[in-house]
Structures are given as C-alpha cells and as structure tokens.
C-alpha cells in the first residue's frame, strides 16, 4: 500500500469479497518503503540497533497501516476492527528482528468473524512471552497471513504482491517466462529459495506444514474486477501433485547470480575434513550451499563448496587463518560463477530430466562447474556469462515459453 488512495482500493476489494459473503481476516504489511525508513532511523542513533528496540520501532509501520484500513472500511460503511499482533494473540519466541510464530489465540478473532466484521491484522509482528513486541524478519507480513490462515482454517490465503503470480522464469530474463496456474508447495520452496523472491521463504514453509493453499495474485488490479474471475488470477500454491497437470515434468528454472566458489586443495581424506573445513566457516555465519569432496588420490583429496558472493572474501581470509590446521597446499576462488535449477515435481516419476539439462548446456556450449540434486531439483554452477544464455536455453528445451 504506497498512499492512502491505495488503501482505499484495497478497502473496496475487502468489501467485494465481504459483500460476496465471505468472513474476511486481512493482514497489510507496513506502506511501501516505510519499514525502510524506521529502520534507517534507528540507525542514525544506533550503527547496530538494539534488536528489541528495533522491532519495537519497525513493527510499528503495520501498525499505521491497519488502522488507516479499518478507517478506510468505516468510510465505506463495513464494520471493520484493526488489531495489533499482540491484540490478535500471535505469540512468538524472544528472537527479536527475526521472530517464529509459536502460537495463535484466535479466540477475540473469531468473535469479531461471527459478529461479521471484517478484522484487520498487522503483519510482520507478534509479541513473545514476555509480552515484547517482536518482528518475523523482513517480508514477515507474507508468514503472518499464512499463520493467521492457518490458526483459523481459512478456504485460502490470498497474497496480493506487486507481481501477477509465479513465473517460469524471472520474466526479466527470458520474454517468454509464463504464469503458472498452479505450482506445489514443494516447487515453490526451491523457486523462493533459489532466488524468485515472491514470498517471504517461511511462509511458503508455513503453507506446506499447515496445508493452508495460498494464492500469489496482483494488488495491481482494478479491486471491483469480477469476483470470479479475481479468485482464478495468479497462482495457486497447492498440495495435490496430479492436480499439478499443468506444465509437463519442469515448473520452472530459477538462478542466483551471486554466487561464489572455493576449493581446498590437497586435505588429507581422512574423518573430519569436512568439518575442519566447514565447521570454521559456518562458525562465521556463512552459508554453504553446494558442495563436493574428489576422489582422494595417494589419500589427499580436494573439497569444493559455494557460499553467496556476499561472503567470499569472508570464507577466504576463515581459510588462510586455518591453513595451519588444514595443512592443504592452496585454495582456489571464483567469485563470478551463477547457480541455474530445474525444478518440477514431475522429476520424482520422470527419468532424463538430469541428461535433457546437461545436453541443452552442452550444445550452447556452458561448462558445468558443479552439480547437485534433490528429489525435485537439479542445479548447476556455471561461470556467470552465461547465466542468462543457460536461463533462456533451459526454458525453451523444457517446454516452459507461453502456449
Ligand atoms: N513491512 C515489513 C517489511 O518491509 C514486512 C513486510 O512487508 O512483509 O519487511
Ligand atoms: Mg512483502
């Protein structure tokens, strides 16, 4: 919601779906770039915020927001009510700026649902039990809505986001990137982890536990479109895999540009390299992604991982303080490789998928620096030139432009 002309839309959608007689929650996260500015504020006093007077700070954006929709609802005449997440009973644990919800008290909810009214909820926050006020982490609203969607059953979670859906492919890079209809929880928890940043990632981890389906659709559109057609727009996330008839064995093909790679060469292989490896890195709070340890030769071996580009220079200088330890003769970097996946459930019963991918890199003539599976996903390291050749090359060999 960027103005209060925007609220306003968003009040007369409310009511088209109340109208049409169904119970609505709704739950807004803060004006657009507003978490930004409280957020910069804190920072000019503090270069590292105390967390608890952070959330304290930042969750108050939502706070704004719903109260200006519930106004913008009795303006209209809908008997609305706004709520803060405490007033709503969205208990969270004590981790401040990224808070788990642990528990919803629906109860005050759902008497305002039964006495018809349209209940407004602030996104993004909670309150832990020590009755401080806490935030889930940026993009928090999206796991708000799904909790809440959750705690009270709902039929569906709409997202409106400022996209009309999930893609292929990111639309910016290949032209021929389609709407999926329909996606699975599982696909588009490796679509959002892999870099398509629709929704917040845990609450796409919150729709899978809770089997709440959540529907990812434009707050762009004119609010009094027909309701029907409103309902059928952007995409469903769903369970049911052979409802998924939509696309064929691949739903997409997601990137990370900014990847980096390491190899350690000449560890003894023996117990514990990994972990000698690994352990000071994850010591420092870097993330490792892929990773993959050769055959050892004359019992040394190499040890390659990747970690976001973001830390490389990190993760090199944790190497060169342990060279000592890890007796390895020297390590290579490339900080300009990009990770491209193939995700679709399709892959559990389909065979080839792996060998379509690797021939389709092959003929654009890309090297495949590394590789790594899941049960849904293949991904490959490539240098980062070719990233968008990859992208476009792999969208087209599995079927993925518009009919
Ligand atoms: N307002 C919060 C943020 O900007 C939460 C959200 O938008 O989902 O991160
Ligand atoms: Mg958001």
């Not at 560890?267 to 870097?286: C, E, Q, R, T, Y």
């Given at each position: 919601m960027g103005s209060t002309d925007r609220i306003k839309n968003v009040a007369a959608r409310v009511a088209k779906w109340h109208d049409a007689g169904h119970q609505i929650v709704v739950v807004p996260s803060a004006m657009?770039?507003?978490?930004?500015?409280?957020?910069?504020?804190?920072?000019?006093?503090?270069?590292?915020?105390?967390?608890?007077?952070?959330?304290?700070?930042?969750?108050?954006?939502?706070?704004?927001?719903?109260?200006?929709?519930?106004?913008?609802?009795?303006?209209?005449?809908?008997?609305?009510?706004?709520?803060?997440?405490?007033?709503?009973?969205i208990r969270t644990d004590s981790a401040f700026t990224k808070a788990r919800i642990q528990s919803i008290d629906d109860t005050r909810v759902r008497a305002d649902l039964d006495a018809g009214?349209?209940?407004?909820?602030?996104?993004?926050?909670?309150?832990?039990?020590?009755?401080?006020?806490?935030?889930l982490g940026r993009g928090g609203s999206d796991t708000s809505a799904v909790a809440i969607a959750a705690a009270l059953k709902a039929d569906e979670c709409l997202i409106y986001t400022d996209v009309d859906g999930v893609?292929?492919?990111?639309?910016r890079v290949v032209d021929e990137a389609r709407?999926?209809?329909?996606?699975?929880?599982?696909?588009?928890?490796?679509?959002?982890?892999?870099?398509?940043?629709?929704?917040?990632?845990?609450?796409?981890?919150?729709?899978?536990?809770?089997?709440?389906?959540?529907?990812?659709?434009s707050s762009l559109t004119n609010p009094l479109m027909p309701l029907e057609e409103e309902a059928k727009s952007g995409t469903l996330i769903s369970f049911e895999e052979e409802t998924n008839m939509e696309q064929a064995v691949i739903s997409g093909i997601a990137f990370t540009?900014?990847?980096?790679?390491?190899?350690?060469?000449?560890?003894?292989?023996?117990?514990?390299?990994?972990?000698?490896?690994?352990?000071?890195?994850?010591?420092?709070?870097?993330?490792?992604?892929?990773?993959?340890?050769?055959?050892?030769?004359?019992?040394?071996?190499?040890?390659?991982?990747?970690?976001?580009?973001?830390?490389?220079q990190r993760a090199m200088a944790v190497l060169e303080s342990q060279r000592h330890d890890l007796g390895y003769t020297r390590i290579l970097g490339d900080a300009k490789v990009s990770k491209v996946s193939a995700v679709g459930v399709g892959m559990r019963s389909?065979?080839?998928?792996?060998?379509?991918?690797?021939?389709?890199?092959?003929?654009e003539g890309i090297n495949i620096m590394m590789i790594s599976t899941s049960e849904i996903k293949i991904s490959v390291l490539i240098d980062e030139k070719y990233m968008e050749l990859a992208v476009r090359a792999l969208h087209k060999a599995f079927g993925l432009e518009k009919a």
């Open positions: 657009s770039g507003e978490t930004n500015r409280l957020i910069g504020l804190a920072k000019e006093i503090m270069a590292q915020p105390d967390p608890r007077e952070l959330d304290m700070i930042a969750s108050t954006g939502e706070q704004v927001s719903v109260g200006l929709l519930a106004m913008a609802l009795l303006a209209i005449g809908k008997d609305a009510v706004s709520y803060t997440g405490w007033q709503a009973g009214k349209i209940v407004i909820i602030t996104g993004f926050q909670g309150m832990d039990e020590e009755g401080n006020i806490s935030t893609y292929t492919t990111d639309p709407r999926l209809e329909k996606i699975t929880f599982e696909e588009m928890l490796e679509l959002a982890s892999l870099g398509s940043k629709v929704l917040q990632t845990r609450s796409v981890e919150f729709a899978g536990n809770y089997q709440v389906p959540t529907r990812v659709l540009r900014d990847e980096a790679k390491i190899t350690v060469i000449g560890v003894n292989d023996k117990p514990g390299v990994a972990f000698h490896i690994l352990g000071p890195i994850s010591d420092a709070n870097i993330e490792v992604d892929m990773i993959i340890q050769n055959q050892s030769v004359d019992g040394k071996t190499d040890f390659t991982f990747t970690v976001s580009r973001n830390d490389y389909h065979v080839g998928v792996a060998s379509q991918m690797f021939r389709t890199l092959a003929e």
